[in-house]
Nanobody, 120 residues
Framework: QVQLVESGGGLVQAGGSLRLSCAAS????????MGWFRQAPGKEREFVAA???????YYADSVQGRFTVSRDNAKNTVFLQMNSLKSDDTAVYYC??????????????WGKGTLVTVSP
């Protein structure tokens, strides 16, 4: 019943920007941490960014200063604004929700992912 659907991925040149969205249904997640993981083919899945129930945001060192995570609890939606994109940002981006201060690899709810490709 719980479902997370990502959108906004696509092809962008290095230095450009994209905004990802994740619409959640089946449950209200205002009391959950919401965020993003990503995975490039053949590489491990890694944490990207998260927003806690208390409004605290967390970022991986690799995206700090370039990405911004935000949420609209009234719409049960989380966003990821990605600026100054690099080729290393190319990956499938997954929306994640978890009851706790942050999202982890063990989170119970995952979207199917949206592909972001950054060209040189």
């Amino acid at each position: 019943q719980v479902q997370l659907v990502e959108s906004g991925g696509g092809l962008v040149q290095a230095g450009g920007s994209l905004r990802l969205s994740c619409a959640a249904s089946g449950r209200t997640f205002s009391n959950y941490a919401m965020g993003w993981f990503r995975q490039a083919p053949g590489k491990e899945r890694e944490f990207v960014a998260a927003s806690s129930k208390g409004g605290i945001t967390y970022y991986a060192d690799s995206v700090q200063g370039r990405f911004t995570v935000s949420r609209d609890n009234a719409k049960n939606t989380v966003f990821l604004q990605m600026n100054s994109l690099k080729s290393d940002d190319t990956a499938v981006y997954y929306c994640v929700v978890e009851y706790g201060p942050k999202v982890t690899i063990a989170a119970p709810y995952w979207g199917k992912g949206t592909l972001v490709t950054v060209s040189p």
